[in-house]
């Protein structure tokens, strides 16, 4: 074979093998940069579902003298706001806690003044004891009172108009009130929870606020942010 064609034939493999090598190289660089991209939205969402992933701790029942203090500090250390539906008298007994969770942030609902249920024939009554519990709570708090936990979720729809008031109700019930198995009622919770979810627990009883805290660790480790029921009703 002639010299000279054997050069251009060697010359023209070169060429082939550099266009090769240039075309695998941008395709491997395109490849890593679209994984950087698809990386980079996964962290996005994510992101966004933690910002967006609320859930919301209620409590009923209280003020208990101890035990409401102990969620208070527990709450206060991790940075949780929650909601606490207390009844009138227990309010009444213990006006510095009722305080101190109006200043730490927490929001305070109706729970009626001697937890009463409503029935058929008791309207008048029941009404009397969301009246009475509201002057109670806005004596102190000084801000007025616009949630109402009916005991045992009994509830007329005329009262939302009558009072201006608005039922809430609850959607994860792990009965906390009887049973003293504080990881039965964690797990009852963190099994059932999910996004927007409404908890019922009662802050009168040791098991249920030792429960309640271990629920709030786990939940925050699932990158979930607690807040006051208005802004999962509301928003
Ligand atoms: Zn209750």
């Avoid at 990386?39 to 701790?57: R, Y």
């Avoid at 008791?122 to 801000?143: A, D, F, Q, R, S």
């Avoid at 809430?168 to 019930?173: Q, R, S």
Wanted: with cysteine.
């Amino acid at each position: 074979m002639n010299k000279k064609y054997l050069l251009v034939g060697l010359l023209a493999i070169d060429l082939f093998l550099i266009i090769i090598c240039v075309v695998s190289r941008n395709s491997q660089v395109l490849n890593v940069s679209s994984r950087a991209i698809e990386e980079e939205i996964i962290s996005d969402d994510i992101i966004a579902e933690k910002e967006t992933k609320k859930v919301a701790l209620t409590f009923d029942d209280g003020p208990h003298p101890s035990y409401t203090e102990q969620l208070l500090d527990g709450l206060k250390k991790r940075g949780v706001k929650a909601t606490f539906f207390v009844t009138g008298e227990h309010a009444s007994l213990h006006p510095d806690i009722i305080e101190r969770m109006d200043e730490e942030g927490h929001l305070i609902g109706n729970h009626t003044y001697s937890h009463m249920q409503l029935n058929a024939g008791n309207m008048e009554e029941y009404k009397l004891e969301l009246i009475k519990t509201n002057e109670v709570i806005e004596k102190i708090t000084g801000e007025d009172v616009l949630y109402v936990r009916p005991p045992y979720g009994v509830w007329d729809k005329r009262l939302e108009e009558e009072l201006n008031m608005f039922p809430v109700l609850w959607t994860v019930d792990p009965l906390d009130w009887c049973s003293t198995d504080v990881s039965g009622i964690t797990q009852k919770v963190v099994t059932k929870v999910g996004e927007d979810d409404i908890i019922l627990m009662h802050d009168y009883f040791e098991t249920s606020v030792t429960a309640a805290l271990a629920v709030v660790d786990e939940l925050l480790a699932e990158g979930y942010t607690f807040v006051t029921v208005d802004e999962i009703m509301f928003d």
